[in-house]
Each structure stands twice: as C-alpha cells, then as structure tokens.
C-alpha cells in the first residue's frame, strides 16, 4: 500500500469523527517524467484539519519530501529517519510506562530491531563470493571491532552462538547484545566516523553514509535509559522475516480519551520518583555524614590517644633526662672524688720518694766519705783495705738495692700518671657521652613538644569540622523531615486520587447499569407500548366481529369446501369466522389469549407481518 492510499485510508477511518466538516484536495500535475502529488486539508470552522495520530504527520512528512525531491535514495533515507525517530520513541514511551526490563517477546523491541536492521541495509554494496553474490549487515557490524576494542567480547559471543549460521542472523545477535550492553549508540558512531572504511561495504548515497546516519546514531543514546533482558539462544534469528508494522504506531481513541488522565498519573509519578529520589540521595547523604562522623571520631580517638601517648614518651623521655643528669653528676662525683685520691696517692708516693732519694744521697754521700777515708787509710794497711772492700761491696750492694728501689718508684710513678691520663679520657667521653645524650633528648623533647602542638591544633580543626558537620547534618535531617512530610502528603494525594478513581469507576458502573436498566425500561415500554396498540386492535377487531355460529356456515370461507362428517368446522380465534382444519392449522398468541390458540391463514399472515414490523 502506498503512502497516498494510506492517507486515504486513514482519513476515511477519521472522517466519522470529525465534529466539522472537513474537505480533502488532492492536486494532481502530470509531468512528462514524474506524477507529483501533494495533498492537503482545508476546514470550514476554525482552520485546518488536524489528525490525533502523529504518526500520520511523520509520514505526511515523508510524501512531502518525496514530492519535493526528485532523488529516490533521498526519499527512502528520510522514511527510514522518520521510521527510526517514530520506533525509538515509541520503544523509550512505551518501556518508561511498561516500568520494568523487556524481554525479547515485547512487540516495540522487535519493531525497532526490524527498522534498525533496514537502517543498516540501506545501500549496502554486493559482495561477490566463490558461489553467489552476498549482501548482509553482518560486514560493517563485524569492523566495529577493529575500531572499538570493547566490542570484541560481542563479536566472540556472536560467534560462539551454536543457533546462528548466517550472516544476517549473527548481526541480528549483534545488535541484541549491544542494546543489553547500552552501547548500540558508541558502537555505530565509531563505525559512522570512519567512512574511508565504510565506502567498502555501503554505497556512496547509502543511509549510514550520509547525515541521516549521524542522526540515527544520537537518536540511539536515548535507549540508553532501557533496561533489556533478551534471551539469543533460544530464537531463531536466521529465518525471521522483518517487516515493518505501521499498526502498531496508530492510536486509537481510548488512548486519546486518557490521554490527560495518564498525563496527571504520570505527573503524579514523577513527583513521587522525584521526591523518593531525593529521600535516597538523602539517606544516602546522611549515611556517608554518619560514616564521616565515625571516621572523624575514630581519627579523634586515635588522635587523643596517639597525643596521650605521646605525653607518656615526653613524660618518660624527661624522666629518663633527670636519670641521666643525676647519673652525670653521680659520675661527675665519683670522678672527682677518684681523681682526688689519685693525687692524694701519687703526692704521698712523691714525699716518700723525696725523703727516700734524700736519705739515700745522704747515704752515698757518707759511702763516698768512709771510701775517702778508705782509701786515705788503704796506703796505711792493706787488711784495713780488705774490710773496706768488703764494706764498698756492701755499699755497692746497698747502692744497687737503691736504684732498683728507685726504678720500682719511677715506675709506680708513671703507672700512675698513666692511670690518671686514662681516668681523664674516661671522664672525657662519659660527658662527650652524656651532652650528646642531652642533646639528643632535647631535641626529642622540641619533637615532642612541636608534635603535641600540631596535635592540639589538629584536634581544634577536628572539633571545628565535627561541629560544621553536626550543624549539616542537622540541616539534612531538618530537609529530610520535610521532604518526608512532603511525601506524606503526595502519598495522601495519591490515596485520595486512588479513591476519586475507584468513586468514578463506581459512578460509571453506577451509570452504566443504570443506563442498561433504563434501556430495559425503553425496552419494556416500547413492548408494553405494541401489547397496548395490540390490545386496542384487538378490541377494535372485536368490537366489530361477530361469531358465527354452526348452523350459519355451511362451506368453508377460503377453500369453500363443503363441511361434512370428514371435515369438521373450526372457529378462528382472530376474526370469528368458520374455516376447515386445513386453512386454520396455525396457533398464535393473541391479546385476548396469552396462551397460543387457533388462527386463520389470513389472520396468521397479518399478525407476522404486524410483529415482523414492529421489532426495531
């Protein structure tokens, strides 16, 4: 069917309904080469005629360009831009108020994949292979991969589907499988991009070419709101047959009946989404406030206890600093008292020595006295000189003691400077020690000190922070009550809305059974109304109608057979007369008699015609 007989069509369909009257002009200039047609509509009240459908407007729109242009490519790439726009606006409608996941049954899912797939098709080139000539979508779907590198899990997929042997049936896959992934839109604009590589499979004033295309592919980024659960194992996706069905686009007037009454649910809805929306980002809010809040305050715990504990290490670091300066003075004392004796020692050494080297003098000075006197006495006696060699050996002995004595001493001497050079050094380093230890303690106290200082003023900022917090998070609970509240009352107006939709369901099924009780009532009347004009008939009938008796009527009235004792006589209960049993076999129910009783031909005759007349 083609466009303008669609038109037609629906304007007849339409033209029951209009409420002014309405004329269609239709303009016909032939040309040569071509038949161009454009229709319009021209009202007679208030202006042009106007169809509730917008479907009928996207294909009027699509005659136009058709009779605008001249280039058939042009025009089928716009009535698959209109198709594209009409079935991705009625899948997103249609799933917000379907309201939860489609699965693969669902009639506008399987519509916009049979669009999308002429969308692809379009212009595709043909493919020489070894047996036959091949045309398929599954080419330039298959290239996606190579330029977008996510879509490799898709491809593998596809390709492991055990169901699938042609072509067209795995780019079916395909486009099912990226609609699940939300990313039909990012696959198919990486492709369009790259029209060097796409000239390979499609023609030069093909769809996915052209600008129509790009179009097609924004127009994608709204499925992205949909949520699809679509099971590709089980279907048969080679053998279908796409087809585009217009039906399901037309609405019907119930739809624009409701069409207000759905607007307000609907805003209704939004509203309470909305409102529920900010009650989650809310308790959302609070929650990640509450979890800050504990951190803040195990971070809080952890500061005082890291700043008490640091107190006990400056606390035990100064203990430790009195322990060693008192340890410093202890030997500092001990040192001095040692050094004391020392000197004390090697004084008390010095005098013995000086009183030992005076006394020894003294004693070599008289040996060398008796040796003078000796040896002025040895000229006199040489047994004087024998004794007195006897006392030089002793001297000589004497001597040798001396000096050894005095080397013992001399020794002792310098063991005992040594000792004292020795107990200096130590002394040295135990307080090169001792200031290196307090220095370092100083420094760790002014560590300590800086870091208890960076601590307070962290636990002030921490104290600070927690009371802005305090104050948000009493705002979000201040907001949150209020939006509660205020969810309250779009519940209580959605109660109330439900029960002014239940009243008026109830009044309208009130109406309609009263409605059918008045109609009853019509109905009996109109019945009562005949049983009246039967009645007065009747009488009339009656009122002129006379009984024959017996003994006046001897033949029949319509056959004129004579009455015997094989043919009886019978009265008709209608018209009175006398008539045999074969012309008056017929029993009806007359106004007299409810009961059926027995009827001329002629009376049977009138009284069907008179009912057949009557019923409406």
Not at 603 to 613: F, K
């Amino acid at each position: 069917m083609s466009l303008v007989e669609l038109f037609y069509v629906m304007h007849e369909r339409h033209k029951k309904k209009l409420t002014r009257g309405c004329t269609l002009v239709r303009k016909t200039s032939l040309s040569t080469k071509e038949k161009q047609t454009t229709l319009g509509f021209v009202g007679e009240g208030e202006g042009l005629y106007i169809f509730q459908c917008w479907v009928l407007q996207v294909m009027l729109d699509s005659f136009l360009v058709f009779s605008a242009t001249k280039d058939p490519t042009a025009v089928e790439r716009a009535n698959l831009l209109n198709m594209a726009k009409l079935s991705i606006k009625g899948l997103i409608e249609s799933a917000l108020s379907f309201g939860r996941t489609l699965d693969s049954d669902y009639p506008p899912l399987q519509q916009f994949f049979v669009v999308m797939e002429h969308c692809l098709k379009h212009g595709l080139k043909v493919r020489k292979s070894f047996l036959s000539y091949n045309k398929t979508i599954w080419g330039p779907l298959e290239l996606v991969e190579k330029l977008y590198p996510e879509a490799e899990e898709i491809g593998a997929s596809v390709r492991d589907l055990p169901g699938l042997k042609t072509p067209l049936g795995r780019a079916r896959a395909w486009l099912r499988l990226a609609l699940m992934q939300k990313k039909m839109a990012d696959y198919l604009r990486c492709l369009i991009i790259q029209r060097d590589l796409l000239s390979e499979f499609y023609e030069y004033h093909a769809l996915m070419m052209e600008e129509e295309g790009a179009v097609i592919v924004g127009l994608l980024v709204g499925l992205n709101v949909i949520d699809a659960n679509l099971c590709v194992k089980g279907e048969d996706l080679d053998s279908q047959v796409g087809v585009i069905d217009f039906s399901m686009y037309l609405k019907n007037e119930e739809d624009i009946g409701n069409k207000e009454r759905n607007v307000q649910i609907a805003a209704i809805l939004d509203q309470k989404n909305y409102v529920e929306e900010l009650n989650r980002q809310l308790n959302s809010t609070v929650s990640s406030l509450h979890s800050r809040v504990d951190s803040l305050e195990k971070s809080n715990t952890k500061l005082i206890e890291e700043l008490a504990i640091a107190k006990n290490n400056i606390i035990k670091l100064q203990e430790e600093n009195h322990q060693l300066r008192s340890e410093n003075k202890l030997i500092l004392m001990k040192t001095q008292q040692h050094l004391e004796v020392t000197k004390v020692d090697v004084e008390t050494e010095l005098q013995t020595y000086k009183h030992s080297r005076q006394g020894l003098d003294e004693m070599y000075n008289e040996a060398r006295r008796q040796l003078r006197d000796e040896s002025q006495l040895r000229q006199g006696s040489e047994d004087g000189l024998k004794e007195k060699n006897e006392i030089i050996a002793r001297l000589e002995e004497k001597t040798s003691k001396i000096t050894a004595a005095m080397r013992q001493l001399e020794q002792r001497l310098q063991q005992a400077e040594k000792a004292q050079m020795d107990t200096e050094d130590e002394d040295k380093k135990c307080l090169q020690e001792c200031q290196s230890k307090f220095d370092s303690l100083q420094k760790q106290i002014s560590q300590k000190e800086k870091q208890l200082v960076q601590l307070e003023t962290d636990l002030k900022i921490e104290k600070e922070w927690r009371q802005t917090l305090q104050e948000d998070l009493q705002k979000e609970k201040d907001t949150l009550s209020h939006l509660r509240n205020e969810t309250q009352q779009i519940i209580s107006l959605k109660k109330e809305f439900l029960n002014l939709q239940d009243e008026n369901q109830q009044l309208k099924k009130i109406y309609h059974e009263q409605e059918q009780a008045l109609q009853e009532l019509g109905n009996k009347l109109s019945e009562s109304k005949l049983k009246i004009e039967d009645i007065k008939e009747a009488n009339k009938a009656l009122q002129g109608l006379v009984w024959l008796k017996d003994k006046e009527a001897t033949h029949c009235k319509l056959c004129e057979k004579e009455f015997s004792l094989s043919k009886r006589k019978h009265h008709c209960r209608n018209c009175g007369e006398i008539f045999c049993n074969a012309c008056s076999d017929n029993e009806l129910p007359l106004p007299s008699s409810p009961k059926p009783v027995r009827v001329c031909d002629s009376c049977h005759a009138l009284l069907i015609q008179r009912c057949s007349s009557n019923l409406p």
